[in-house]
């Protein structure tokens, strides 16, 4: 039943509005009305004279949105002005009681209709948001080759359309199984994440979302126990309300989004969970090819068996290289190295063994140089490093101590072996040796040989 309130003048009597779908109130003045709190209704016919209270202002701003069917004892239109100012008001002079019930009710479906349309307008443009995010995602798709830089522009655009405060990225480190700080845009996150913030399944709200692959809406995360064990108590301190919902790829968990919200007053709800879950959907598969891609083009540039570069990567990194070195006019060498008798390991040892002490070498070559040299495995038990803006006797002195490194170490000691190893070193530079890629790796190729077919255990270069 529709509730009337009727204020005003005696001459419209409270019979004019009888009709079994309306429930009338009469009240004699807006003093009286608004003294009500309580109650709203669905429409209020007042007498125009009641402008001139002193209460007009209040009543005004408090029936804003409510349809006002505004009447007077005369036909005259004099009077309405101040009333035609406000929204969903209609005047009517000298109504009968027919005519106000037709208008109580026009009044009433305009008023429906008006907010209808606010529902589907905003539903519109909550589409178009998505919408938005979806084109966004397949452009990220279609362009975005690195995962770090993907994930930042989808959850960027996330964050906007759910309107949170920060967000943060989980994803499953594949060997150990656990959850793997990505990225995120929390700054007291982003001091942590130097620090590789793992997590395992179950612990904290991430971790648990992953295990159980079940999305979570805290509107009051001060009232989960979760919140305050492992990583969440050190990450979101300043959270007030957080959702976490697993990444989900073919029925399988990539890892977690986690948003969040930091003032009490902008708490999630099932519907901004219903909305980020959508997203998520999709953001999963781009998640996926993306790394899909990645592990692709690292496969095509690094060695299946100790990830160090290949050859495909050591060609294209020493073009790259002698053109810095042109433009910087500086030196560029290249050592070349041999395990000395690595056939024998094979033989005694067995192929497996064989393959565990390349392994090996390959991180001590790592280890024992720069970041910015280069180590990739030419082939069999060949080893070259890329040494930028070193000049021949530097060169030298850094493939000598290569030498006494290896001869010196003892491997697969946690095997059981212990084995001690020697290797052949041969160095070459550009440009004081060489004049192209191809003399370089020539040159040095030929310096190692040179030690490996008479001393082994040494360094020659070509200088």
């Not at 906007?160 to 793997?180: N, P």
Request: hydrophobic residues 40%; aromatic residues 8%; positive net charge.
């Amino acid at each position: 039943m529709n509730k009337v309130f009727l204020v005003g003048s005696d001459s419209l009597k409270q019979e004019d509005l009888l009709e079994p779908s309306l429930a009338v109130t009469r009240f004699k003045s807006i003093t009286g009305l608004l003294g009500r709190h309580d109650e709203t209704p669905d429409v209020v016919v007042i007498n125009r004279s009641q402008s001139s209270d002193p209460s007009f202002r209040k009543f005004a701003a408090k029936f804003r949105d409510i349809p006002k069917i505004v009447f007077s004892e005369t036909a005259s239109p004099r009077g309405f002005a101040v009333w035609l100012k406000y929204p969903h008001t209609y005047p009517i002079g000298s109504p009968s009681g027919r005519e106000l019930v037709y208008l109580v009710h026009k009044a009433i479906g305009d008023r429906r209709m008006i907010e209808e349309n606010l529902i589907l307008q905003q539903q519109l443009d909550a589409t178009r948001k998505e919408l938005d995010f979806f084109d966004t995602l397949s452009k990220t798709m279609t362009s975005a080759l690195d995962l770090d830089n993907m994930i930042g522009e989808i959850m960027k655009k996330a964050k906007r359309l759910i309107k949170a405060d920060a967000w943060s990225v989980f994803l499953i480190d594949e060997t150990t199984g656990d959850l793997v700080l990505e990225k995120t845009s929390h700054k007291k996150e982003r001091k942590v994440k130097s620090r590789k913030v793992r997590l395992k399944r179950g612990e904290g709200i991430a971790g648990w979302v992953a295990q159980e692959g079940i999305p979570v809406v805290l509107p009051d995360v001060s009232k989960d126990k979760r919140f305050h064990s492992g990583l969440n108590r050190d990450t979101h301190v300043e959270a007030k309300s957080l959702m976490c919902v697993p990444i989900r790829s073919k029925g399988t968990i990539l890892g977690v989004f986690e948003i969040i919200n930091m003032t009490s007053s902008a708490s999630f709800t099932k519907d901004d969970l219903a909305l980020f879950l959508r997203l998520v959907d999709h953001a999963a598969i781009a998640i996926e090819m993306t790394t899909i891609y990645q592990k692709m083009a690292e496969i095509s540039v690094t060695d299946d068996l100790t990830k160090l570069f290949n050859t495909r990567y050591l060609n294209r990194t020493l073009e790259i290289e002698i053109t810095r070195a042109n433009r910087h006019k500086s030196s560029l060498s290249l050592i070349f190295m041999d395990i000395d008798h690595f056939k024998l390991i094979n033989d005694n040892y067995g192929h497996l063994v064989g393959s565990k002490l390349l392994v090996e070498i390959g991180q001590l070559l790592l280890r024992s140089l720069r970041t910015i040299d280069i180590v990739a495995r030419y082939g069999g038990d060949e080893f070259v490093m890329v040494l930028p803006q070193t000049p021949p006797q530097a060169a030298l002195a850094i493939a000598e101590r290569l030498r006494s490194t290896v001869a010196q170490n003892l491997f697969l000691r946690k095997e059981g072996y212990s084995l001690n190893m020697t290797a052949s070193f041969g160095v070459a530079s550009y440009p004081e040796s060489s004049r192209s890629k191809e003399d370089l790796l020539r040159l040095a190729d030929e310096a190692m040989y040179r030690v490996k077919n008479q001393t082994r255990n040494g360094v020659y270069a070509i200088v």
